[in-house]
């Protein structure tokens, strides 16, 4: 309302209205260039057109308020129409100018809350309108102050929700990486459990396996211990037979018979004690048949073979001294036995007596130390030749093996030094090494499956 009084103020024509301003606006819009290009095309017909170029013309300036219509008739109708065209464009432009400086009027109104300096002299329709304006201002103004607190409200709020996202962000990566670091231990204790299940499984594969040896081994240890009681018992029986032939000869002896019985009770005694020692013998070799090549039962028949041996050495020994005692108390010199009565003995007696008896005549005997593949502990037996004469022959029949066998000897080479010298013939000498033949005693495998599978078929 106040800027349409200060148009009115500063209009010249009071029929200034609102419908007047909107025909001069769109009048003004309107570019020059189509009045013009319009009139160019249509001065050669100064009929009908021309006259309602003149109407429209004079209806502009009849609603402009600003010029006068001309009247036909009048000496308005001597001027041409561009000139009355010129006109009305001359006063459009300076309804423009004005309005402008109306409307930068109310912008330095608004903004500052006064005119100008060189416009403060107005008038009181004026001074109305300033007022009105002042109203509008301090609306204006606490609309404002109202938006911009709400402005500012609205800013604290998205600062707070935005620090809120960035925490609620900082907790979701924070909860991320634990879940990962947790996923990562679930999987490592997954692994672990696998491991260990296979392991727990490996484990008791190994203990059943494990439980499955021992029962065999307990089964063959008790037919072992069956075995050896057996021989126990063969034993004692053997040393019952032997106490009472020694019983007997005490009592043929005390009875007044020793010239009789002395000269065939010492090879009949030799004779027993060297079948017994072979029965042994051969018990406990088909016992060390049954076992593994490296089984730790072969140390304890060796240790029971020697202390067999070393039983029947005592036992030879303690008659024979018996028997030297007694003949020197019944006998005559002239009845002793002479060297040609001990070669007449028989090759199992001289073979019990060798390893019986080694402190007798050292001189005569060869110590023979041997190793097996089957045992630990060497073995130790004795030879009736001198050192240098013994054969392979020899050597066999002092071992007493059965099967088929490799023998190998310690000597002394001029090239080499130490060696290990295999000896096949039966007829070859035996080397010795310091006064003594040490030998090793190894099985042949290959005859040992042959022997294994004639004898198998044999029995089948």
Known sequence: MGAKQMKCLSSGSPAHSPKDEYIIAKSIDAPKEAFISAQSEDHTEPGDELTENKSDTEEALSLCGLCPVPMYGGPEEERSWEEQLECNQEQLEKEMQEARRMVFRLQALLLHGSLPEDEQDVSVGFGDSRANAEQQLVLIRSRLDQSMEEVLDLKRELLRHKQEARHLQAIRDALQQRMAVQEAAVLQLKQDLLRCSMAKEELEGENAELKRKLNDRNKLLSEYEQQVGKKDRLLQQQQLKLDEDSHRSSRSDNSGYINSMGPSTGPAFQHTAGEELQLVREALRCLRDGFSGHDPQHHTLDTLEQGVARLMDRLHTLDTRRRQDRGGQYKSPGRRANPT????????????????????????????????????????????????????????????????????????????????????????????????????????????????????????
Not at 376 to 382: A, G, I
Not at 429 to 449: C, F, H, S, T
Request: charged letters at 30%; glycine letters at 8%.
């Open 341 to 460: 009565d001990r070669d007449s003995w028989p090759p199992s007696s001289k073979i019990a007596h060798s390893h019986s008896s080694p402190g007798l005549d050292s001189s005569v005997y060869t110590k023979v130390l041997y190793f097996t593949d089957r045992s630990l502990t060497p073995f130790l037996v004795n030879i009736p030749k001198r050192l240098g004469e013994v054969t392979l022959k020899d050597f066999k029949a002092a071992v007493d093996r059965q099967g088929s066998f490799r023998y190998h000897f310690k000597a002394l080479d001029p090239e080499f030094g130490t060696v290990k010298e295999e000896v096949f013939q039966d007829g070859a000498l035996v080397p010795g090494w310091e006064g003594k033949i040490v030998a090793w005693v190894e099985e042949d495998q290959g005859e040992r499956r042959n022997w294994e599978s004639t004898n198998h078929r044999g029995n089948h």
